[in-house]
Protein backbone atom coordinates (compact mmCIF):
# COMPACT_ATOMS: atom_id res chain seq x y z
CA UNK A 1 0.00 0.00 0.00
CA UNK A 2 1.42 3.33 -0.86
CA UNK A 3 1.94 6.10 1.69
CA UNK A 4 -0.65 8.71 1.81
CA UNK A 5 0.17 12.27 1.28
CA UNK A 6 2.05 13.60 3.65
CA UNK A 7 1.81 10.42 6.30
CA UNK A 8 4.44 7.38 5.87
CA UNK A 9 4.11 4.05 7.19
CA UNK A 10 7.52 3.52 7.96
CA UNK A 11 9.52 6.43 9.54
CA UNK A 12 9.69 10.29 8.75
CA UNK A 13 11.20 12.60 6.38
CA UNK A 14 11.97 16.28 7.25
CA UNK A 15 13.53 19.32 6.09
CA UNK A 16 16.40 20.90 8.46
CA UNK A 17 16.99 24.38 8.66
CA UNK A 18 20.19 23.76 6.40
CA UNK A 19 18.14 23.00 3.50
CA UNK A 20 18.96 19.47 3.90
CA UNK A 21 16.64 16.37 4.22
CA UNK A 22 16.24 14.48 7.24
CA UNK A 23 15.32 10.90 8.17
CA UNK A 24 13.53 9.20 11.14
CA UNK A 25 12.30 5.54 11.80
CA UNK A 26 11.88 2.89 14.13
CA UNK A 27 13.81 -0.12 13.68
CA UNK A 28 12.70 -3.82 14.40
CA UNK A 29 13.82 -3.76 17.92
CA UNK A 30 11.95 -0.43 18.74
CA UNK A 31 14.17 1.90 19.09
CA UNK A 32 14.17 5.40 17.02
CA UNK A 33 17.23 6.10 15.30
CA UNK A 34 18.22 8.84 12.25
CA UNK A 35 19.81 7.90 9.27
CA UNK A 36 23.65 8.58 9.45
CA UNK A 37 23.72 11.12 6.86
CA UNK A 38 21.21 13.99 5.62
CA UNK A 39 20.47 13.72 1.86
CA UNK A 40 20.59 17.32 -0.54
CA UNK A 41 16.31 16.65 -1.49
CA UNK A 42 13.58 15.00 -0.22
CA UNK A 43 13.32 12.31 -2.87
CA UNK A 44 16.63 11.29 -1.86
CA UNK A 45 16.17 11.02 1.53
CA UNK A 46 12.50 9.09 0.68
CA UNK A 47 14.78 6.63 -1.49
CA UNK A 48 16.96 5.85 1.49
CA UNK A 49 14.37 5.25 3.77
CA UNK A 50 12.22 2.77 1.28
CA UNK A 51 15.73 0.80 0.88
CA UNK A 52 15.69 0.29 5.01
CA UNK A 53 12.20 -0.16 5.28
CA UNK A 54 12.51 -3.37 2.19
CA UNK A 55 15.53 -4.77 4.42
CA UNK A 56 13.57 -4.53 7.95
CA UNK A 57 10.55 -6.75 5.30
CA UNK A 58 13.34 -9.27 4.06
CA UNK A 59 14.43 -9.60 7.58
CA UNK A 60 18.19 -8.44 6.37
CA UNK A 61 18.09 -5.14 8.31
CA UNK A 62 20.87 -4.72 10.80
CA UNK A 63 21.51 -2.26 13.58
CA UNK A 64 23.87 0.78 12.37
CA UNK A 65 26.22 0.51 15.76
CA UNK A 66 26.40 -3.53 15.30
CA UNK A 67 28.85 -3.00 12.29
CA UNK A 68 30.70 -1.21 15.08
CA UNK A 69 32.49 -4.01 16.63
CA UNK A 70 35.80 -4.37 15.15
CA UNK A 71 37.56 -7.42 13.63
CA UNK A 72 40.06 -7.53 16.55
CA UNK A 73 36.45 -7.98 19.10
CA UNK A 74 35.16 -10.48 16.37
CA UNK A 75 37.42 -12.66 15.14
CA UNK A 76 39.43 -14.32 17.66
CA UNK A 77 36.09 -15.13 19.75
CA UNK A 78 34.91 -16.80 16.27
CA UNK A 79 38.10 -18.83 16.27
CA UNK A 80 37.81 -20.00 19.29
CA UNK A 81 34.16 -21.04 19.63
CA UNK A 82 33.94 -23.01 16.29
CA UNK A 83 34.03 -26.60 16.08
CA UNK A 84 37.71 -26.89 14.96
CA UNK A 85 40.11 -29.61 15.28
CA UNK A 86 43.59 -28.22 17.43
CA UNK A 87 45.42 -28.21 14.45
CA UNK A 88 43.09 -26.08 12.20
CA UNK A 89 41.99 -24.00 15.06
CA UNK A 90 46.03 -22.91 15.43
CA UNK A 91 46.49 -22.39 11.69
CA UNK A 92 43.62 -20.33 11.77
CA UNK A 93 44.79 -18.29 14.75
CA UNK A 94 48.44 -17.73 13.04
CA UNK A 95 46.58 -16.80 9.79
CA UNK A 96 44.70 -13.92 11.82
CA UNK A 97 47.81 -12.94 13.78
CA UNK A 98 49.90 -12.96 10.65
CA UNK A 99 48.19 -11.62 8.01
CA UNK A 100 45.10 -10.00 8.75
CA UNK A 101 45.05 -8.08 12.14
CA UNK A 102 48.12 -5.83 11.93
CA UNK A 103 46.08 -4.88 8.84
CA UNK A 104 42.00 -4.64 9.45
CA UNK A 105 42.21 -5.81 13.47
CA UNK A 106 40.96 -2.20 14.40
CA UNK A 107 38.37 -1.99 11.58
CA UNK A 108 34.72 -2.08 11.89
CA UNK A 109 33.05 -5.03 10.61
CA UNK A 110 30.44 -3.03 9.13
CA UNK A 111 33.42 -0.68 7.33
CA UNK A 112 34.61 -3.48 5.47
CA UNK A 113 34.19 -3.38 1.85
CA UNK A 114 35.45 -4.87 -1.32
CA UNK A 115 37.66 -2.31 -1.86
CA UNK A 116 39.05 -2.47 1.52
CA UNK A 117 39.86 -6.36 0.79
CA UNK A 118 41.52 -5.65 -2.62
CA UNK A 119 43.73 -3.36 -0.51
CA UNK A 120 44.38 -5.27 2.09
CA UNK A 121 45.62 -8.28 -0.18
CA UNK A 122 47.67 -6.02 -2.27
CA UNK A 123 49.72 -5.00 0.76
CA UNK A 124 50.40 -7.94 1.88
CA UNK A 125 51.82 -9.81 -1.25
CA UNK A 126 53.64 -5.98 -1.04
CA UNK A 127 54.93 -6.87 2.18
CA UNK A 128 56.00 -9.94 1.27
CA UNK A 129 53.70 -12.60 2.43
CA UNK A 130 53.15 -15.74 0.30
CA UNK A 131 50.53 -15.92 -1.64
CA UNK A 132 49.27 -19.10 -0.51
CA UNK A 133 48.89 -17.18 2.60
CA UNK A 134 47.07 -14.21 1.56
CA UNK A 135 44.72 -16.82 0.37
CA UNK A 136 44.23 -18.97 2.96
CA UNK A 137 43.93 -15.64 5.52
CA UNK A 138 41.35 -14.32 2.76
CA UNK A 139 39.09 -17.49 3.12
CA UNK A 140 39.30 -17.41 7.12
CA UNK A 141 38.16 -13.64 7.02
CA UNK A 142 35.36 -14.82 4.76
CA UNK A 143 34.24 -17.62 7.07
CA UNK A 144 34.61 -14.90 9.67
CA UNK A 145 32.12 -12.59 8.01
CA UNK A 146 29.88 -15.07 6.75
CA UNK A 147 28.90 -15.77 10.25
CA UNK A 148 28.89 -12.51 11.33
CA UNK A 149 26.12 -12.16 8.35
CA UNK A 150 24.36 -14.40 8.29
CA UNK A 151 24.32 -15.69 11.78
CA UNK A 152 24.60 -12.83 14.02
CA UNK A 153 23.08 -10.19 11.51
CA UNK A 154 26.26 -7.84 12.02
CA UNK A 155 26.45 -6.99 8.45
CA UNK A 156 24.31 -7.04 5.40
CA UNK A 157 26.43 -8.09 3.10
CA UNK A 158 30.28 -10.25 2.72
CA UNK A 159 32.78 -7.84 1.33
CA UNK A 160 34.69 -10.97 0.54
CA UNK A 161 33.26 -12.03 -2.83
CA UNK A 162 36.12 -11.21 -4.93
CA UNK A 163 36.36 -13.45 -7.75
CA UNK A 164 39.55 -15.46 -7.79
CA UNK A 165 40.86 -14.31 -4.02
CA UNK A 166 40.31 -18.04 -2.82
CA UNK A 167 42.31 -19.80 -4.83
CA UNK A 168 46.39 -19.45 -6.15
CA UNK A 169 48.52 -21.14 -8.91
CA UNK A 170 50.29 -24.31 -7.17
CA UNK A 171 53.26 -24.90 -8.89
CA UNK A 172 53.46 -28.97 -10.44
CA UNK A 173 55.21 -30.72 -8.06
CA UNK A 174 57.43 -33.54 -8.75
CA UNK A 175 56.38 -37.11 -9.45
CA UNK A 176 58.54 -40.38 -10.34
CA UNK A 177 57.83 -43.80 -12.24
CA UNK A 178 56.57 -46.81 -10.15
CA UNK A 179 60.33 -48.07 -10.82
CA UNK A 180 62.01 -45.12 -8.84
CA UNK A 181 59.56 -46.00 -6.02
CA UNK A 182 60.85 -49.60 -5.27
CA UNK A 183 64.30 -48.27 -5.69
CA UNK A 184 63.60 -45.60 -3.19
CA UNK A 185 61.25 -48.72 -0.98
CA UNK A 186 64.43 -51.01 -0.81
CA UNK A 187 66.60 -48.28 0.10
CA UNK A 188 64.50 -47.90 3.42
CA UNK A 189 65.03 -49.74 6.60
CA UNK A 190 62.92 -52.83 6.54
CA UNK A 191 60.43 -51.16 9.03
CA UNK A 192 59.76 -48.02 6.60
CA UNK A 193 59.71 -49.99 3.38
CA UNK A 194 56.19 -50.74 3.32
CA UNK A 195 55.86 -46.91 4.43
CA UNK A 196 57.00 -45.83 1.28
CA UNK A 197 55.24 -47.90 -1.15
CA UNK A 198 51.62 -47.47 0.55
CA UNK A 199 52.59 -43.64 0.16
CA UNK A 200 52.53 -43.62 -3.59
CA UNK A 201 50.40 -47.18 -4.46
CA UNK A 202 47.27 -45.73 -2.00
CA UNK A 203 48.21 -41.76 -2.01
CA UNK A 204 47.64 -41.50 1.62
CA UNK A 205 48.74 -38.20 3.18
CA UNK A 206 51.72 -38.67 6.25
CA UNK A 207 48.97 -38.11 8.88
CA UNK A 208 46.56 -40.25 7.72
CA UNK A 209 49.60 -42.85 7.61
CA UNK A 210 51.04 -42.55 10.66
CA UNK A 211 47.23 -42.83 12.40
CA UNK A 212 46.67 -46.65 11.09
CA UNK A 213 46.02 -49.24 13.16
CA UNK A 214 45.42 -52.88 12.32
CA UNK A 215 42.29 -52.30 12.52
CA UNK A 216 41.90 -49.86 9.79
CA UNK A 217 43.81 -52.88 7.66
CA UNK A 218 41.92 -56.09 5.74
CA UNK A 219 44.23 -57.80 4.11
CA UNK A 220 42.28 -60.16 2.66
CA UNK A 221 40.11 -57.54 0.73
CA UNK A 222 43.05 -55.30 0.33
CA UNK A 223 41.47 -52.04 1.56
CA UNK A 224 42.89 -49.46 3.88
CA UNK A 225 40.13 -47.22 6.04
CA UNK A 226 40.87 -43.80 6.38
CA UNK A 227 39.45 -42.73 9.84
CA UNK A 228 41.93 -40.69 11.10
CA UNK A 229 45.16 -38.48 11.09
CA UNK A 230 47.88 -37.21 13.37
CA UNK A 231 48.69 -33.73 13.42
CA UNK A 232 51.45 -32.35 15.60
CA UNK A 233 50.33 -28.80 17.55
CA UNK A 234 52.54 -25.88 18.12
CA UNK A 235 53.33 -26.70 21.31
CA UNK A 236 55.58 -30.01 20.05
CA UNK A 237 52.08 -32.68 20.94
CA UNK A 238 50.90 -34.97 18.72
CA UNK A 239 46.85 -35.12 18.59
CA UNK A 240 44.85 -38.16 16.92
CA UNK A 241 41.62 -36.57 15.07
CA UNK A 242 39.33 -36.73 12.03
CA UNK A 243 40.20 -35.78 8.63
CA UNK A 244 39.95 -32.46 7.75
CA UNK A 245 36.82 -32.90 6.05
CA UNK A 246 34.21 -35.05 5.67
CA UNK A 247 35.80 -36.59 2.21
CA UNK A 248 38.79 -37.47 4.16
CA UNK A 249 37.01 -40.36 5.26
CA UNK A 250 37.48 -43.11 2.98
CA UNK A 251 37.96 -46.85 2.16
CA UNK A 252 40.75 -47.32 -0.66
CA UNK A 253 41.36 -50.02 -2.46
CA UNK A 254 45.35 -51.64 -2.56
CA UNK A 255 46.90 -53.08 -5.59
CA UNK A 256 48.14 -56.66 -5.06
CA UNK A 257 52.12 -55.53 -4.28
CA UNK A 258 51.01 -52.94 -1.82
CA UNK A 259 49.30 -55.46 -0.13
CA UNK A 260 52.32 -58.01 -0.64
CA UNK A 261 54.27 -55.33 1.25
CA UNK A 262 51.98 -54.95 4.12
CA UNK A 263 52.06 -58.74 4.74
CA UNK A 264 55.85 -59.36 5.04
CA UNK A 265 55.27 -55.92 6.99
CA UNK A 266 53.21 -57.60 9.91
CA UNK A 267 55.15 -60.87 9.29
CA UNK A 268 58.59 -58.45 10.00
CA UNK A 269 57.05 -57.74 13.82
CA UNK A 270 56.68 -53.95 13.12
CA UNK A 271 53.43 -53.40 13.90
CA UNK A 272 51.92 -52.83 17.12
CA UNK A 273 49.77 -55.84 18.97
CA UNK A 274 45.76 -55.13 19.49
CA UNK A 275 43.57 -54.46 17.18
CA UNK A 276 44.31 -50.31 17.74
CA UNK A 277 48.20 -50.90 17.54
CA UNK A 278 49.86 -48.89 15.11
CA UNK A 279 50.83 -50.18 11.79
CA UNK A 280 54.12 -47.59 11.37
CA UNK A 281 56.26 -46.78 14.21
CA UNK A 282 59.74 -45.94 15.57
CA UNK A 283 62.33 -48.32 16.20
CA UNK A 284 61.30 -48.65 19.70
CA UNK A 285 57.72 -48.96 18.91
CA UNK A 286 57.16 -44.66 19.30
CA UNK A 287 55.04 -42.59 17.49
CA UNK A 288 56.75 -41.37 14.13
CA UNK A 289 56.98 -37.79 13.55
CA UNK A 290 58.49 -36.73 10.05
CA UNK A 291 61.49 -34.68 10.75
CA UNK A 292 62.98 -37.51 13.17
CA UNK A 293 62.27 -39.94 10.66
CA UNK A 294 63.39 -38.17 7.87
CA UNK A 295 66.55 -37.92 9.94
CA UNK A 296 66.37 -42.07 10.76
CA UNK A 297 66.55 -42.65 7.39
CA UNK A 298 68.90 -39.77 5.77
CA UNK A 299 66.18 -39.25 3.06
CA UNK A 300 67.83 -36.13 1.43
CA UNK A 301 70.88 -38.36 1.02
CA UNK A 302 68.97 -41.22 -0.33
CA UNK A 303 67.12 -39.23 -2.49
CA UNK A 304 69.98 -37.59 -4.17
CA UNK A 305 72.02 -41.10 -4.27
CA UNK A 306 69.20 -42.88 -6.29
CA UNK A 307 68.75 -39.64 -8.74
CA UNK A 308 65.47 -38.41 -7.30
CA UNK A 309 64.19 -34.56 -8.42
CA UNK A 310 65.92 -32.36 -6.06
CA UNK A 311 62.77 -30.70 -4.65
CA UNK A 312 61.26 -34.20 -3.67
CA UNK A 313 59.39 -34.64 -0.39
CA UNK A 314 57.83 -37.47 1.13
CA UNK A 315 54.18 -35.69 0.23
CA UNK A 316 55.29 -36.09 -3.53
CA UNK A 317 54.77 -39.56 -3.54
CA UNK A 318 51.06 -39.52 -2.63
CA UNK A 319 51.33 -37.13 -6.10
CA UNK A 320 52.94 -39.72 -7.67
CA UNK A 321 50.60 -42.38 -6.89
CA UNK A 322 47.49 -39.84 -7.59
CA UNK A 323 49.04 -39.19 -10.78
CA UNK A 324 49.27 -42.67 -11.47
CA UNK A 325 45.89 -43.56 -10.61
CA UNK A 326 44.78 -40.81 -13.25
CA UNK A 327 46.46 -42.52 -15.75
CA UNK A 328 44.10 -45.42 -15.62
CA UNK A 329 41.03 -43.60 -17.13
CA UNK A 330 39.60 -42.98 -13.86
CA UNK A 331 36.49 -40.71 -13.23
CA UNK A 332 37.21 -37.28 -11.55
CA UNK A 333 34.83 -38.20 -8.78
CA UNK A 334 36.81 -41.49 -8.68
CA UNK A 335 39.90 -39.71 -7.86
CA UNK A 336 38.15 -37.55 -5.67
CA UNK A 337 37.16 -40.37 -3.71
CA UNK A 338 40.96 -41.99 -3.71
CA UNK A 339 42.54 -38.54 -2.26
CA UNK A 340 40.04 -36.90 0.14
CA UNK A 341 38.88 -34.85 -2.07
CA UNK A 342 35.99 -32.44 -1.04
CA UNK A 343 36.51 -30.53 -4.59
CA UNK A 344 36.79 -31.31 -8.25
CA UNK A 345 40.02 -29.23 -8.25
CA UNK A 346 43.15 -31.51 -6.79
CA UNK A 347 41.78 -34.34 -8.91
CA UNK A 348 41.91 -31.82 -12.38
CA UNK A 349 45.68 -30.96 -11.87
CA UNK A 350 45.63 -34.97 -11.95
CA UNK A 351 44.02 -34.95 -14.89
CA UNK A 352 45.71 -32.37 -16.68
CA UNK A 353 49.11 -34.36 -15.37
CA UNK A 354 46.85 -37.36 -18.00
CA UNK A 355 46.35 -35.00 -20.85
CA UNK A 356 49.85 -33.90 -20.81
CA UNK A 357 50.81 -37.91 -21.22
CA UNK A 358 48.59 -38.02 -24.25
CA UNK A 359 49.69 -35.44 -25.81
CA UNK A 360 53.88 -37.05 -25.48
CA UNK A 361 51.93 -40.48 -27.14
CA UNK A 362 51.02 -38.14 -30.08
CA UNK A 363 54.21 -36.34 -30.46
CA UNK A 364 55.82 -40.05 -29.87
CA UNK A 365 53.25 -41.35 -33.10
CA UNK A 366 54.31 -38.16 -35.07
CA UNK A 367 57.58 -39.10 -34.85
CA UNK A 368 56.89 -42.25 -36.20
CA UNK A 369 55.26 -40.79 -38.90
CA UNK A 370 57.59 -38.67 -40.06
CA UNK A 371 60.67 -41.68 -39.62
CA UNK A 372 57.83 -43.48 -42.37
CA UNK A 373 57.90 -40.79 -44.40
CA UNK A 374 61.48 -41.61 -45.83
CA UNK A 375 60.43 -45.04 -47.23
CA UNK A 376 56.70 -45.21 -47.57
CA UNK A 377 56.35 -41.42 -49.18
CA UNK A 378 54.19 -42.52 -51.81
CA UNK A 379 51.49 -44.02 -49.00
CA UNK A 380 51.92 -40.50 -47.55
CA UNK A 381 51.61 -37.75 -49.57
CA UNK A 382 48.69 -36.98 -51.96
CA UNK A 383 49.52 -38.50 -56.16
CA UNK A 384 51.69 -36.05 -57.77
CA UNK A 385 49.30 -33.12 -59.69
CA UNK A 386 46.54 -33.05 -56.38
CA UNK A 387 47.15 -30.53 -53.64
CA UNK A 388 45.77 -31.79 -50.14
CA UNK A 389 43.06 -28.86 -50.29
CA UNK A 390 41.68 -29.90 -53.71
CA UNK A 391 37.78 -30.96 -54.09
CA UNK A 392 37.24 -33.79 -54.88
CA UNK A 393 34.64 -32.67 -58.05
Known amino acids: MANKPGRRRFGSVRQLPSGRWQVRYQGPDGLTRTAPLTFESEKKASKWLTLEEAAVIRGEWV???AGGITLDEYAPRWIAERKLSSRTRENY????RLHTAPYLGKVALGAIRPATIRSWRKQLLDDGHPEPQAVKAYCVLRAVLNTAMKEDGIIRDNPCRIRGYDRYHTPERPTV??????????????????????????????????????SDLDLKTGTVRVQRKLATLRSGKTEFGPPKTDSGVRTVALPA?????????FDGGFVQDGVEGLVFTGAKNALLRSGSWASAVSWRKTLDRLGFPEKFHF???RHTGNTLASTTGASTRELMHRMGHASMRAALIYQHATRERDQEIAREIERRITQAKGTQKSELQPPEGESEGSAGG
Open 63 to 65: APE
Open 93 to 96: EDLY
Open 177 to 214: DIVKVYELADAMPKRFRALVLLAALSGLRWGELIALRR
Open 257 to 265: SAVAALQQH
Open 315 to 317: HDL
